[in-house]
């Protein structure tokens, strides 16, 4: 094979791999894919270097002192069956 002919067919072979990827992203399902986060690069800048620094932060340095949050919530029932 020549330079020429080889080339013709490397492009060949580039036009119907570009086809398949486009195809197989129209067939894709989408309902198994999960978003893990959404952060800015600086946020992720600091994600990494947590990840990758020595440092043992504990969990008690992470929580605020501040007064603790109470949740609460009130549950009201009704019996449909009641002879009232």
């Known amino acids: 094979m020549t330079n020429k002919s080889l080339e013709l067919e490397m492009r060949m072979v580039m036009e119907a791999a ?4 486009t195809h ?8 198994s894919i999960h978003i893990l986060s959404v952060e800015t690069v600086e ?3 600091q994600r990494e270097l947590a990840e990758t620094s020595a440092n043992v932060v504990t969990l008690e340095s992470r929580r605020s002192h501040t ?15 009641s002879s009232s």
């Open 67 to 81: 007064q603790p949050t109470v949740i609460s919530k009130a549950l009201r029932f009704q019996d449909r069956y």
């Open 18 to 21: 570009e086809e398949l990827l």
């Open 24 to 31: 197989a992203s129209y067939q894709s399902d989408y309902g």
């Open 43 to 45: 946020e992720a800048r």
